[in-house]
């Protein structure tokens, strides 16, 4: 029943061959059943999910539903919703929750979606498999040995787990493209500012969107139209006009132009997920679409310039988790006994000592942390993950006195050169098209000790970040390995009907 | 201190100077903020740095802040940003004030300040926008420093000017330009005690001719006019008398301890912040018009220095008057009110100086606080005008109406001070006197013109205060002299 997509469930309701309540007591199987082994989902709520079902199902009866009714979903732990925790898979934020909803989900439980509870992530949305989690590594239906990939990892899981039928998920350099693409399922990073940020734990603000997964192209369309649109509480949401995403989806346009660049089928590409993407792209052309090459040339500095600005920003966004407020706080009394006694070897030491050493154990116990800066530091030491304090370590390196120029300042020119690059290719082309990954998912564990060889498997998507453009992954094969592989579509800004276009018309190929 | 060092050398100024802006919300946050009240009540899951949170431009902001420009002869930047300053502080919930940095909304301005006997332009640098940090309090708890967050996320503009200022008086006139100039734009109350104005000074001293700047140390926690005065003149002192014994100055944040009033080291240049400043990348740029710039330019009042020139035109008062009066917006606002109900300058002109603001010096208030509306005022200086009461009465029924609402008239009345200008009461009244004096009547017609202070008094005194002296005196010259 969670297969079923957001209209043909609302359809049966209205029918009577279904209760919506059957669709989220499905869901709670599915769940009961293989999250222990997929581990997509962290927190669930069906009592309050089943009375919102009940609720929905009035409506649709009566035919006073909202654009989301038939939709079970699940929602990406990075997001906030009023009095559920949410802890962004961090053990900072064990036991935080929200004091509000985010603008998403105040949309979609105005639109009648139910949501039955939130799914696993790396931390922050810092990672490439969701291995990086409190709750330990969400597992890969379609193989649980392989990663889900990530950040957004639960998200993806849960719809191919068929737990749900649509969720959210948040994209700050691939992180829903990416598990979509390795989980076999459409996911959609909307442009920059087409869907406010409210709410979403921010990572890096100036990357970060929130977007859709989903079964299919409408589902994922259905999810944008509902939580796209400006937002007063986001300053950097758009006024741009919502565009209608499913009616395009319904009736979609064949003779596109398909941008092809040269740089995004090169060296480091599998290649069978390479050959079999230039099938897929030959049958759309049979159809009547036109393929011109293309070339992104700066896309190739993606990579290096987004893990500078990204991480400057989180190393400023994370600043707020000190332990002061909320979310963990070191021992406070037992950090005192240890700064006590800390102070007191040093005085001990101080007194036997005499000459250059004398003077060098007295300037150590000037330098020595106050109450303050210990508490803060150990609560961040014990609270923090290992990718989530390397990226904070880079942010604020990349941010010091004397270093701005170098790094930030460069990095941030060579952002409008790739976003230039999108700009001009997107007056020859309604869309571009790329694989989503370089590779189909691998194995948990493989390369949690290598991060730069973690960092390339958002090599094609995450410039899409960079130019705060908009990218969907959909379905494109079957690797002879057995695991899934997506086809990436990048639409200028605000085109978001022409990339969901262009998904359909993949989809549409089975 | 030796006044020979004093005149070795020259102490260079430069002021920060922060605004905490009357707009009806915080900076970045729909919730307002007010003085006094309860702790952590004027909050918002932002001003709490809560996870997920974004922050809005407050758009008074901008427009207070552009008025300021405009009114401090600066340039307005087209385009501006915001920019995150990084450092980590309890009273600091997000972990970065929004402030801005490279780009500020206003630059290169300047205001002409008086000081006895010269006037002095002092340049500005740059004015900009910025949020404020909640507040510690150290001394409530004996374990714990608590946090207050109310004032957190309430927007400050912070003028910076050049290091143009040389004396601690100088800084000191220019600070209360800075207040009057905020305070006739209405865009802060200009209240240093409460902290809605705060003031940071840099400090330097070098031999007199010498242009290269000494090493400057930066002075905080300087509470009122008069502090900011008192800091500086003590960290000049003790800088030069560092030097004359043979030291030298470090580069450091001092603080201004008003009980001893001295100053003592907060943290050594080393110690400083390393800020991290980069664009805040959840503020779009502020994008300021033409259009939008001639619309507020069209809205700027008139400051203190165009008054004065209009005062003194318009109501032929003295320049030292005007500038007395023009001082305070809000004394300014009352005295022209007093002047449209009550139709005369002159008469306006006097009561509001020497009634008005006696009683504001002896209260210590504001005219704000004033309890006397200027309509109220207007009539008691009608009853004078039109010869219903004498000033001795006009005093009297002043302090009268302090704590009575009753009109002046009314309470003219109940006090027994209408002056009498009864021809019939009065005749009898002179002839009495004339009577009761032939001494004095002697002596005034053989030329002893004084003593016409004399009769009026007889009559005044045999009148209880209500006899009109001008028709005494008429009456007392027609008689003795005809």
């Known amino acids: 029943m969670t297969t079923l997509s957001i209209a043909e469930v609302r359809a049966k309701v209205l029918s009577g061959e279904l209760k919506l309540r059957d669709v989220v007591e499905a869901s709670r199987q599915k769940i009961d059943a293989q999250n222990v082994e997929i581990n997509a989902f962290v927190y669930t709520d069906f009592e309050l999910a089943l009375k919102q079902a009940d609720e929905v199902q009035e409506k649709i009866m009566s035919g006073t539903a909202g654009k989301m009714a038939g939709a079970v979903m699940g929602i990406k732990d990075v997001i906030c919703e009023r009095e559920k925790p949410t802890t962004c898979a961090s053990d900072i934020l064990a036991g935080f929750e929200s004091v509000y909803d985010a603008t998403v989900i105040e949309r979609l439980k105005a639109e009648d979606a139910v949501i039955v509870g939130r799914l696993n992530m790396d931390e922050f949305a810092m990672g490439s498999t969701t291995e990086y989690s409190r709750y330990g590594a969400s597992k890969n239906p379609r193989n649980t040995r392989k990663v889900t990939g990530g950040s957004s990892g639960g998200s993806a899981a849960a719809i191919a787990a068929d737990m749900v039928n649509a969720s959210l998920g948040s994209d700050t350099g691939g992180s829903i493209r990416q598990p979509a693409s390795y989980c076999g399922v459409v996911g959609l990073k909307p442009t920059y500012g087409r869907v406010s940020r409210y709410g979403l734990v921010a990572y890096a603000s100036s990357f970060d969107s929130i977007g ?299 | 201190m030796s006044t020979i060092a004093h005149e070795r050398f020259e102490a260079v100024i430069g002021l920060e100077v922060h605004a905490q802006l009357l707009t009806n919300s915080k900076a970045f946050a729909p919730v307002a903020s007010i003085y006094g009240e309860a702790p952590n009540t004027q909050v918002t899951p932002l001003c709490l740095g809560h996870p997920g949170t974004l922050p809005v431009v407050n758009e008074n902001l901008v427009r207070y802040i552009i008025k300021m420009g405009l009114a401090t002869n600066c340039g307005i930047a087209p385009k501006s940003i915001f920019a995150r300053k990084n450092y980590f502080y309890p009273d600091l919930p997000k972990g970065y004030q929004i402030s801005q940095f490279e780009t500020p909304i206003c630059h290169d301005g300047y205001v002409d300040i008086e000081l006895e006997g010269y006037n002095k332009r002092i340049g500005l640098t740059r004015i900009h926008m910025e ?155 502020i994008i300021v018009t033409d259009e939008m710039l001639e619309e507020i330019r069209s809205e700027l009042p008139e400051l203190a220095d165009v008054r004065q020139k209009r005062f003194v035109a318009d109501y032929g008062m003295s320049e030292v008057d005007a500038v007395t009066i023009t001082e305070d917006r809000y004394l300014a606002d009352y005295f022209e009110s007093v002047v449209d109900y009550s139709g005369n300058a002159k008469a306006s002109l006097n009561v509001v100086l020497s009634e008005v603001l006696r009683i504001l010096n002896e209260k210590s208030i504001s005219i704000q606080e004033f309890s006397i509306t200027p309509q109220r005022l207007s009539e008691l200086i009608k009853l004078k005008e039109e010869d219903k009461i004498n000033s001795s009465a006009m005093q009297t029924i002043f302090n009268k109406m302090l704590e009575d609402e009753g009109s002046p008239e009314d309470l003219a009345k109940s006090m027994n001070l209408i002056q009498v200008s009864d021809s019939g009461f009065l005749e009898e009244l002179v002839d009495d006197i004339i009577a009761n004096n032939p001494d004095e009547v002697e002596r005034f017609k053989a030329g002893k013109k004084q003593l016409m202070g004399f009769f009026v008094g007889q009559a005044m005194k045999a009148s209880k205060g209500k006899a009109n002296p001008k028709m005494v005196t008429q009456m007392v010259t027609k008689k003795l002299e005809a």
């Open chain 1, 212 to 510: 859709p997964f989903a079964h299919n192209v409408e589902d994922a369309a259905r999810v944008l139209e509902v939580i796209a649109g400006f937002d007063e509480m986001d300053n950097t949401s758009s006024r741009e006009p919502v565009g209608n995403y499913v009616e395009t989806v319904q009736n979609p346009t064949k003779n596109i132009r398909i941008g092809v660049p040269e740089e995004f089928f090169g060296e480091g590409l599998d290649p069978e997920i390479k050959e079999g993407i230039e099938a897929t792209l030959k049958k759309l052309e049979d159809d009547g679409a036109e393929l011109v090459p293309i070339h992104l040339p700066h896309t190739k500095y993606g990579i290096a310039t987004y893990y500078i600005l990204a991480t400057a920003e989180a190393s400023s966004n994370l600043a707020r988790f000190d332990g002061i407020r909320y979310g963990h706080r070191t021992d406070k009394d037992a950090m005192l006994d240890e700064l006590k006694a800390e102070e007191e070897d040093l005085k001990k030491a101080i007194k036997a000592a005499d000459g250059a050493e004398k003077k060098e154990l007295q300037a150590e116990l000037e330098r020595m942390d106050s109450a303050l800066v210990r508490l803060y530091k150990k609560s961040r030491t014990e609270g923090f993950g290992m990718e989530v304090k390397r990226r904070i370590m880079l942010g604020t390196y990349v941010l010091s006195a004397g270093y701005y120029d170098a790094y930030y300042g460069k990095a941030q020119r060579v952002r409008r050169l790739i976003k230039q690059d999108y700009t001009d290719a997107f007056k020859e082309v309604d869309v571009i098209v790329t694989p989503t990954a370089p590779t189909t998912a691998f194995d948990i564990g493989s390369e949690i000790d290598d991060p730069l060889q973690m960092y390339l498997n958002d090599v094609y998507t995450i410039s899409a970040n960079l130019a705060g453009i908009c990218g969907v992954s959909v379905p494109a094969g079957t690797h002879s390995n057995g695991m899934p592989y997506g086809i990436q579509f990048m639409g200028d800004t605000f085109q978001e009907s022409k990339i969901l276009n262009a998904a359909r018309l993949v989809e549409m190929l089975d």
């Open chain 2, 131 to 285: 949020e404020d940090a909640g507040k510690s309090i150290h001394d409530q708890d004996p374990y714990n420093t608590l946090v207050d967050l109310n004032r957190a996320g309430t927007p400050l503009i912070e003028i910076v000017s050049e290091p143009d200022l040389r004396t601690p008086q100088e800084a000191y006139a220019y600070l209360s330009k800075i207040k009057q100039i905020v305070q006739y734009l209405e865009v802060c109350d200009g209240n240093m005690e409460e902290g809605s104005l705060r003031c940071d000074a840099n400090v330097s001293v070098r031999p007199r001719g010498q242009e290269k700047l000494g090493t400057r140390t930066e002075l905080k926690n300087m509470n009122s006019f008069r502090n900011v005065e008192k800091a500086i003149e003590y960290e000049i002192y003790r800088q030069i008398e560092l030097i004359e014994s043979g030291g030298e100055v470090v580069q450091q944040t001092r603080l201004w301890d008003s009980n001893k009033m001295q100053t003592r080291i907060m943290r050594s240049k080393e110690e400083a912040h390393d800020y991290r400043y980069f664009p805040e990348p959840d503020l779009p740029p």
